[in-house]
């Protein structure tokens, strides 16, 4: 091969893709949160517009950049859900040889490389990348996720926890179809530098298991969102519910944990101070240095007084709360 010919022969490590033009920048909010979306493809900033669109800048800027390259190869069928895996600060996701990211929990730092085959579904790159990468990044660094609803009344956030089920979402459309302030159905951020416990919550959206629309009947209109993890649901913007009021934070006064029962009286029962820092110090699902920070973060929990509501009736449920609400 001549001096010239090896000149202009591809470099071994352009196969590695370590040096993508990502001439595509623009800033998210998610959960209040500044994070830098760059990427070479516009269809990945318009998902950034659809996940994170609704929030504008509240809690502060972070290091936080979300790099994302796509090539132009791909096969006619959508990749499968991604496999994660986890060591200490290390995180992965991998759908297949193209479609893979890798995620560095302690210095912030994240690559996706994905391919044309990733946007056979409008949903799979907003579901299975962009916001798990996002979400795990700032629950890195900023916030402590944990299952469960919020709601207040009078300024007084209750979170409402429980297995899978057990009505989270359901009681907390009721209590905000009934005038409570409505913050989060399923899944809530724990703000980790705040003073006192507080959470952030989707109050954009809520989500609902399609069996709910036999209970409430004005669901019947929406469509269920296909879901490649977990089960399918119904996604709603809160704009089109009788939902008069919103709030994406919430300062938590007491928390109930909820057992749906069959021809059971709604009655609220005390548990024991810590009860929901230990539950939901087992249910976290990091791993390695960033569990050890979310432990101790769930202890600003510890003494916030927390029930079981035992119910059988949506409305019964809400009064109960309602009960509670006046006491705490």
């Not at 959960?31 to 998902?47: E, H, K, S």
């Not at 809530?188 to 209970?215: C, K, W």
Request: a neutral charge; charged letters at 25%; proline letters at 6%.
């Amino acid at each position: 091969m001549t001096h010239a010919a090896a000149g202009i022969a591809e470099k071994p490590q352009k196969a590695l893709l370590y040096d993508m033009d990502l001439p595509l920048r623009r800033t998210f909010y998610p959960l209040g949160y500044a994070v830098d979306i760059v990427t070479n493809d516009p269809r990945v900033l318009r998902a950034g517009q659809e996940s994170f669109g609704h929030r504008r800048l509240r809690r502060g800027m972070t290091p936080i950049e979300v790099r994302i390259g796509v090539t132009p190869d791909g096969s006619s069928k959508c990749p499968p859900e991604p496999a994660r895996r986890e060591y200490n600060h290390l995180y992965s996701l991998v759908a297949d040889h193209a479609n893979q990211a890798m995620i560095d929990l302690k210095t912030l730092t994240s690559f996706a490389w994905l391919n044309e085959a990733a946007f056979r579904r409008p949903l799979y790159v907003r579901y299975n990348f962009l916001e798990k990468i996002v979400y795990l990044l700032l629950g890195a660094s900023v916030v402590t996720d944990i299952h469960a609803a919020c709601v207040s009344k009078r300024g007084k956030g209750i979170l409402l926890c429980g297995d899978s089920g057990a009505g989270k979402s359901t009681l907390a459309y009721g209590c905000a179809r009934a005038g409570w302030t409505y913050t989060s159905d399923d899944t809530s951020y724990l703000i980790n530098d705040a003073e006192t416990p507080q959470v952030i919550g989707h109050a954009h959206r809520m989500r609902f298991r399609p069996e709910t629309r036999s209970l409430l009947p004005e669901l019947s209109r929406f469509e269920v969102t296909p879901r490649m993890e977990g089960k399918p649901s119904i996604e709603v913007s809160v704009t089109t519910l009788p939902v008069q009021r919103t709030s994406a934070e919430a300062a938590i006064t007491a928390i109930v944990y909820l057992q749906r029962r069959p021809d059971t009286r709604a009655h609220l029962s005390p548990l024991p101070l810590r009860t929901a820092t230990e539950r939901m110090q087992n249910e976290l699902f990091s791993a390695g240095e960033i569990r050890a920070k979310h432990m101790q973060i769930l202890e600003t929990l510890a003494n916030v007084p927390t029930y079981e509501l035992q119910y059988t009736d949506l409305n019964d449920g809400i009064e109960a709360l309602e009960t509670l609400a006046l006491d705490i």
